[in-house]
């Protein structure tokens, strides 16, 4: 507990500027569904053939998983792309269905000899309707706006997969490090938001069940000026940060670390710089540089010609390098010089499975493969230098399907047993910190991937200075470094930021 506390004492600016993006993107999503939702619930009670088709759409979109939901937006024009927009347009789809739902069941419930009191009493229908329905109505609708702010605080977390900020920027981070006291830092805060809002809102339905607190004009309009004061807060943040140098990373420490080296020397030769950090993975990074959400960011030569361009790599580092700068230029993209290492995929057992069975090479696990639990990345397993492969080449047939999981948690499953044989980062600190053995690949099947900076043309040549900044980096960031610096970020728990500091400050 001292140690949170101690956290959040040390990161006191970013964790309120986390907070605030994270209510803003909760109240102006929940405030948009609800302009839209209450119009649409009436419209569902009042024209049962028109409201039909608008409440099984709510339906099928409530079904669909957040993260899919922002692959699908992410390349959209106009509501999609990195940041708070395509994260707003997902929180208000997913706040739109329990705000209409409970409009319908509101106006469902109304005592028919209320209305046909004020129908007799010559009241036309919409003076009927803000009069008399919307008002006892109210409680119920409360209780959707209760349902969905509830619902947009948790998904909100997850929204910082696609930089859009807030507090999932801790947990994702925390993940990335596997440090407890980080992700309690975003969710102990986000629990208490959702609890807040909870009893707020619950207290409202309250009162109004018991016909003392009705919502008057005055209060609508409150709702909806703050939502557009929000709107109008982030665009102003938003259009200033548009200004500066966006770099971008993959959501495990070796990228955030490379992040942090390159928007620091960015910074060193006079740029602001914005950073977007943790994002969702490959697939996500590579969609952001060519829309334009990123400037630049870390890949790898092996990953890019197989998994972004789906095609074969050679094995010579020079020739992959070559082949994967030409596949970029053609989409606008430069590909600079490497930055010095080879962060190659490694199989990994633990070193006591390994002196007992005395495995050394990939091809030795074909032995105990049939009683072993392999467990991958996501992309691992789809990649076309990943999983399938990998067990074509070496003719691997495990016991029990791969599971899956995030690169964070890898390599604990394998140490506590929940796995026996996993892929992982060569340069990774947990290697030598959870005891693991790295097997050989004595049939050459992984492409070298070397770290190289990859930046939209454009940006490079209307800032000269991000040239300059990247060379300083090429060539200077050797195995031994990547490896030291993932260790000071993993096991000794240090900031990113002072960690790439540090490293620069060396360079001089």
């Not at 619950?202 to 209060?219: C, N, Y």
């Not at 943790?278 to 952001?288: H, K, P, Q, Y």
């Not at 495990?398 to 499953?413: E, Q």
């Amino acid at each position: 507990m001292n140690e949170l506390l101690h956290f959040w004492q040390t990161h006191a600016a970013e964790l309120t500027r986390l907070v605030a993006q994270h209510l803003v993107l909760v109240v102006v999503s929940t405030a948009t569904a609800a302009l839209i939702g209450i119009p649409a619930g009436i419209l569902a009670f009042h024209r049962p053939r028109l409201g039909r088709p608008v409440l099984f759409l709510a339906n099928v979109t409530q079904t669909i998983p957040s993260l899919a939901l922002f692959g699908f937006l992410l390349p959209l024009p106009f509501i999609g792309g990195v940041g708070p927009r395509t994260a707003l347009v997902t929180l208000t789809i997913y706040a739109f269905l329990p705000i209409v739902r409970t409009t319908v069941g509101g106006l469902h419930g109304l005592d028919p000899s209320v209305v046909d009191a004020g129908t007799a009493m010559g009241m036309t229908p919409r003076q009927l309707l803000f009069l008399v329905e919307l008002p006892l109505a109210m409680p119920s609708i409360v209780a959707g706006l209760r349902v969905a702010t509830v619902i947009g605080v948790g998904t909100a977390t997850i929204a910082a997969a696609i930089g859009a900020g807030g507090l999932g920027e801790y947990i994702f981070r925390g993940l990335s490090m596997v440090d407890t006291t980080t992700i309690l830092a975003g969710a102990i805060p986000a629990a208490g938001l959702a609890l807040v809002a909870d009893g707020c809102l619950a207290w409202l339905e309250h009162r109004l069940r018991l016909g003392r607190g009705p919502l008057h004009g005055p209060s609508v309009v409150a709702v909806v000026a703050l939502s557009i004061v929000g709107l109008l807060v982030w665009s102003v943040t938003t259009r200033a940060s548009r200004s500066a140098v966006v770099v971008g990373s993959k959501n495990f420490t070796e990228q955030v670390v490379l992040g942090e080296l390159m928007a620091q020397a960015i910074e060193a030769e006079g740029l602001p710089v914005a950073r977007k950090l943790n994002l969702g993975g490959t697939f996500i990074c590579d969609r952001a540089l060519r829309s334009g959400d990123l400037d630049l960011y870390v890949e790898y030569t092996g990953t890019a010609v197989t998994a972004v361009f789906h095609q074969d790599v050679t094995h010579d580092p020079r020739r992959a390098f070559q082949q994967a700068r030409e596949l970029y230029a053609r989409g606008g993209i430069t590909a600079l010089e490497a930055l010095g290492f080879n962060n190659t995929f490694a199989i990994l057992v633990r070193t006591r499975d390994a002196r007992r069975l005395g495995l050394r090479s990939i091809g030795d696990l074909r032995a105990p493969a049939a009683a072993w639990t392999p467990g991958f990345g996501y992309e691992f397993l789809e990649r076309a230098d990943g999983y399938p492969g990998l067990s074509r080449t070496y003719g691997l047939q495990f016991g029990g399907a791969p599971r899956a999981m995030d690169l964070s948690l890898i390599y604990k499953a394998l140490a506590d047993g929940q796995v026996d044989v996993i892929a992982g980062d060569a340069t990774s600190a947990q290697i030598d910190a959870l005891d693991l053995t790295a097997l050989d690949d004595s049939l050459h099947y992984f492409p070298p991937y070397d770290a190289v900076p990859v930046v939209r043309t454009a940006a490079l040549l209307g800032r000269p200075e991000i040239g300059r900044a990247m060379a300083r980096l090429a060539g200077h960031i050797a195995e031994r470094d990547m490896r030291a610096m993932n260790r000071a970020v993993d096991v000794d728990r240090r900031d990113p930021r002072d960690v790439a500091a540090g490293f620069l400050a060396g360079l001089n």
